[in-house]
């Protein structure tokens, strides 16, 4: 009776399609979301995230159509995150079949919208995605928008201590100076982090080899989300789990029927 | 046919779709006839502990779940749903806890953990024989939830833990609850619900 760790295979989404970014620019098409999801939750995916990158009207609702058409077949948790600004949003996500979502950019600009979201659907439908990057904050560690490309000076403790206090349910730490490297999980900053999150911590962005999961893990994160090292193949989901499972972390077996 | 309560609770096309894989039909409804006339009752829940009993009041549900145990006709509790079966809850209750349904003696209070909710699978352990979980003892099952009853109560218990040990499934006659989501919970919750509808 072990809470096990979670692996998240992370699917950014636009217009309905899931995409490949290589260098942030080079959108490569890598299929279709409904059928990378039911995969990856056949594969023994833990949780599934998409993000969507839409950034027209248009795209949104093809991404809406795309959770309705995902919480219908694939029976694990799936959190939507992306273009999220008001209570309206997280009410259509969670009425498409999203049980979570995830806000950032929106709750930098008025955090109040946290305690909006979970005084009205609860805390745990909420993850507060913190894109975070090494800075001359106080901690070492600062809070941006739009990708890593902008700073807002905000120390990324500080605001992870607020953020709780409103009532976010979960951490999703994004490290912006790992993220689409494959050099590791940002250790450092896993751990900076880790020391004052209540709630659980979703370490992303760096993940590389087998042991950068277990590095993480050993930081202190509750959970663990990849996005190309599962798109591009170079591991599956069961590959990170044995290695996990016979380093003796707890991990969820899917045994097949 | 199998009736999911609908009083105002976020995500319930996943619960539809997720009782449907067992063959029977669902429907999602706040009509007090049909949630009373149906072969099961589910009864979902997100949220806070005070919030559901008030969703809950608002669609007579409590009414609906206190004549549907006296007439012999099951019920299943998920999650908030569960734990608003029980006596009172600790949650945001400054002034006194808040009343639950009082199908069960006890109170849901706040789990002894260092990180909360306990988010993610868990494993459920029972030492007696259970309905609900055949073919799937010690398999792990989704959970989201800060609050939890630690007591014992009715025929039969799973438990699993988070900082202290927790009640994840009660089987009692023709109440059952599951403190996890099952329809979240892939192949090892599916098989839970399959369990359930095929002893309706």
């Known amino acids: 009776m072990t809470l096990s760790v979670r692996i998240i295979p992370c699917l950014d989404v636009t217009n309905g399609r899931v995409v490949k970014g290589v260098n ?37 609702e093809t991404t809406l159509d795309v959770v309705r058409r995902t919480a219908e077949q694939v029976f694990i948790p799936l959190t939507v995150g992306g273009g999220i600004r008001n ?85 999703l730490l994004n490290s912006m100076d790992a993220d ?29 080899t087998l042991a950068d999961f ?20 170079i591991h599956r989901i069961g590959d990170v789990k044995s290695y996990l499972g016979s380093h003796n972390y707890p991990v969820r077996a899917v045994a097949a029927r | 046919m199998i009736a999911i309560l609908d ?36 009864v979902p829940g997100v949220g806070a502990f005070a919030a559901c009993m008030q969703g809950l009041r608002s669609v007579n549900g409590e009414a609906i779940i206190r004549e549907r145990i006296a007439k012999e006709r099951p019920v299943l509790g998920i999650c908030i749903g569960m734990q608003i079966l029980f006596q009172e809850g600790s949650e945001h209750a400054e002034n006194g806890n808040h009343k639950g349904v009082g199908v069960w003696e006890g109170e849901v209070s706040r789990l002894n953990a260092p990180i909360l909710p306990h988010m993610g699978w868990n494993s459920v352990e029972s030492e007696s024989k259970s309905t609900l ?24 218990q799973g438990w699993s833990f988070h900082g202290e040990k927790f009640l994840a499934v009660v089987e009692d006659g023709y109440v059952s609850a599951t403190q996890f989501h099952p329809e979240k919970s892939g192949d090892a ?12």
């Open chain 1, 24 to 60: 942030f620019t080079n959108l490569v098409d890598a299929g279709d979301p409904v059928e990378m999801a039911a995969l990856y939750g056949a594969e023994g995916a833990d949780e599934l995230t998409f993000l969507d990158i839409s950034a027209t009207v248009d795209g949104r």
């Open chain 1, 87 to 171: 209570v309206s949003d997280v009410d259509r996500l969670l009425r498409a079949g999203a049980d979570k979502v995830s806000i950032n950019t929106a709750a930098i600009s008025r955090p109040e919208l946290i305690s909006e979201i979970a005084d009205r659907f609860g805390s745990q439908v909420l993850v507060l995605s913190v894109d975070a990057r090494r800075a001359r904050t106080e901690s070492g560690f600062e809070v941006t928008t739009h990708g890593g490309r902008e700073g807002t000076d905000i120390d990324a403790i500080a605001w992870i201590e607020k953020a709780c206090g409103l009532g976010v349910g979960e951490i």
């Open chain 1, 180 to 208: 689409g490297t494959r050099a590791g999980y940002d250790i450092g900053m896993i751990t900076a982090m880790r020391s004052v999150s209540k709630v659980p911590l979703v370490a992303s962005g760096g993940a590389g």
């Open chain 1, 214 to 233: 277990a590095a993480a893990l050993d930081a202190g994160a509750d959970a663990l989300l990849a996005a190309s090292v599962f798109h591009f193949g």
């Open chain 2, 7 to 42: 009083y105002g609770s976020g995500n319930l096309r996943s619960a539809q779709r997720a009782f449907a894989t067992s063959g029977v039909d669902v429907v999602v409804t706040s009509d007090p006839a049909t949630a009373l006339e149906s072969d099961g009752l589910v």
């Open chain 2, 133 to 156: 979980l055949k073919g799937v003892v010690g398999e792990s099952f989704y959970f989201v939830h800060s609050y939890a009853a630690k007591k014992a109560v009715g025929k039969m």
């Open chain 2, 189 to 200: 919750g599916l098989a839970l619900i399959k369990n359930w509808v095929s002893a309706l």
